[in-house]
């Protein structure tokens, strides 16, 4: 079964940096594209960044140059650098795995930016 459990979500100030990690279980991680999400209060869930089992590598245009999506998988884990964060940046962090025509999903990490 596919488990995927992000960490490293917190409370930080504007201008600072934190770096979530995803690890996964139960799937062939080096071939799979990874992703980041994030669901801002009433707002839809969103696209933050993405990288292929070849490296490749796609970012939303709110966070290009200052979000960095990477993967280990020696450690079947994706993480995502976040700095220069802004209070817009605020929202729930997922972490995707699209695998056989499903989405999966982890539980959420809240990041909270304050001004």
């Known amino acids: 079964q596919v488990q995927l459990v992000e960490s490293g979500g917190g409370l930080v100030q504007a201008g600072g940096s934190l770096r979530l990690s995803c690890a996964a279980s139960g799937m062939n991680f080096r071939i799979n594209t990874m992703g980041w999400y994030r669901q801002a209060p009433g707002k839809q869930r969103e696209l933050v960044a993405g990288i292929t089992s070849g490296g490749s590598t796609n970012y939303a245009d709110s966070v290009k140059g200052r979000f960095t999506i990477s993967r280990d998988n020696a450690k079947n884990t994706v993480y995502l650098q976040m700095n220069s964060l802004k209070p817009e940046d605020t929202a729930v962090y997922y972490c995707?795995?699209?695998?056989?025509?499903?989405?999966?999903w982890g539980q959420g990490t809240q990041v909270t930016v304050s001004s």
């Open positions: 995707n795995a699209p695998r056989m025509g499903y989405d999966y």
